[in-house]
């Protein structure tokens, strides 16, 4: 409420604080910027209007900045900074050593001069959109990112910096940050490192008419990354297509045998009609192959049989092989028994040594002349109750 002094002089005492400023105005006109101490305002009639405004946040955003500047402009230079940007250009406020804000093309920011001190960095996006690296991570520490682009690139790989739609230049591997000004800023990023494509369970007919399913492998590098981007839609896919032709093409004069007996690869003439076609598109095609080879559940139950077949016989081979090496050994045996005697009692003895061993008496009768007058003992001294002269009585008999 007001004082009976200030009632009866008219006028108003206006306090402004060190961390304050005031605009004043009376009867709706703008009168003075008002600093930090005491003021005795002319206020007939309630028409003295005071607008105060906290150096915490150091941008003047008023309804009456306009006025201001119109009609006192020394005193709004005196107290505000006003900051503008052009139709490219970005500007970087800093506020005692801090980033404050980052202003866009075609933007204004108006601040209080003694909340500073103000730094300003204007940067032309015309002719580059890149962020100083230094600079983007200042932007990153502040949270004011949606100011740039982000793009991380790493090791192994390449991007391909597109800007409204037009490729601009590569960029290695890091991270990479342009300006958000309105422009479309793509990138690409291509794998340049040496890598494999599979195509799997492709059907494909042979020469004699049968239906088989392949498993290929490429390995392939990209040595050419805007060719290989801009040239076709997917330059994976346009090698998978190359390698599902050369392949179709080279079992298709072939008969299932001839698949199954050799290692297949493509044939030299379409291996290199690939390479050549994928080099036109900026990639290098080294190893192609046939990885697997698989056949229709009763085609396989059919081979299944031949090959039991073909081993079974072999089998037979080996086995009449040698029956006839065991023959062979039988008779040679003999031919050296007529011819040596001895080596004939030899013999005898070795086959009543493995009959003794599982009977318990043993009597011989009269046979080849060595075995007529002797009791053969076959077990030593342990064993001779079991060998028994019995004439007439036997467990086993030699004749």
């Known amino acids: 409420m007001k004082t009976i002094l200030e009632k009866l002089l008219g006028r108003q005492r206006v306090l402004v604080k060190e961390n304050e400023r005031a605009v004043a105005l009376y009867k709706g006109e703008i009168r003075a ?12 009639r309630g028409n003295l209007e005071i607008s105060r405004h906290d150096l915490k946040n150091p941008e003047f955003v008023s309804a009456y900045e306009k006025a201001l500047f119109d009609k006192l ?40 001069t003694d909340a500073g001190p103000w ?55 890091g ?28 059907e494909m007919l042979t020469k004699d008419r049968v239906t088989i399913r392949v498993n290929i492998a490429a390995e392939y590098r990209v040595v050419d990354p805007v060719t290989a981007v801009s040239t076709v839609k997917d330059f994976s896919e ?17 008969t299932l045998d001839q698949i199954l007996d050799k290692k297949v690869t493509v044939d030299e003439d379409s291996a290199a009609k690939v390479r050549d076609d994928m080099a036109v598109i900026g990639v290098e095609v080294s190893d192609i192959a046939l990885k697997d080879v698989i056949l229709p559940g009763d085609m396989r139950e059919i081979l299944n049989q031949v090959v039991s077949a073909e081993k079974q016989a072999e089998a037979n081979v080996i086995r009449r092989r040698e029956e006839t090496n065991a023959t062979r050994s039988l008779l040679n045996t003999a031919k050296v028994m007529a011819e040596n005697p001895v080596m004939l009692r030899l013999k005898e003895l070795e086959a009543l040594e493995a009959i003794a061993g599982k009977v318990e008496r043993l009597t011989v009768h009269n046979g080849t002349g060595g075995l007529l007058n002797d009791l053969v003992k076959l077990r030593g001294r342990c064993m001779s109750p079991n060998v028994v002269p019995a004439l007439g009585r036997r467990h086993a008999t030699q004749s």
Not at 91 to 108: F, S, T, Y
């Open 119 to 173: 730094k300003v960095t204007s940067v032309d996006t015309a002719a580059d959109l890149a962020v100083d690296p230094a600079l983007m991570r200042r932007i990153g520490q502040a949270r004011k990112t949606e100011h740039v682009f982000l793009y991380p690139v790493v090791d192994g790989q390449v991007g391909l910096l597109f800007v409204d739609g037009v490729y601009t230049r590569t960029l290695a591997a």
């Open 238 to 254: 346009a090698l998978y297509r190359a390698l599902q032709y050369a392949f179709r093409k080279t079992l298709g004069a072939l």
């Open 33 to 44: 910027i008002l600093m930090p101490g005491e003021h005795w305002l002319a206020n007939r």
């Open 73 to 112: 402009p020394d005193v709004a230079a005196r107290h505000l900074t006003v900051i503008r940007t052009g139709r490219t250009d970005v500007a970087v406020v800093e506020r005692d050593g801090a980033l404050h804000a980052v202003l866009n093309p075609d933007r204004k920011l108006v601040l209080w």
């Open 175 to 202: 991270v990479h940050a342009f300006w958000n000004v309105g422009r479309m800023v793509q990138v690409k990023v291509v794998d340049v490192k040496r890598q494999s494509l599979d195509v799997a369970g492709q």
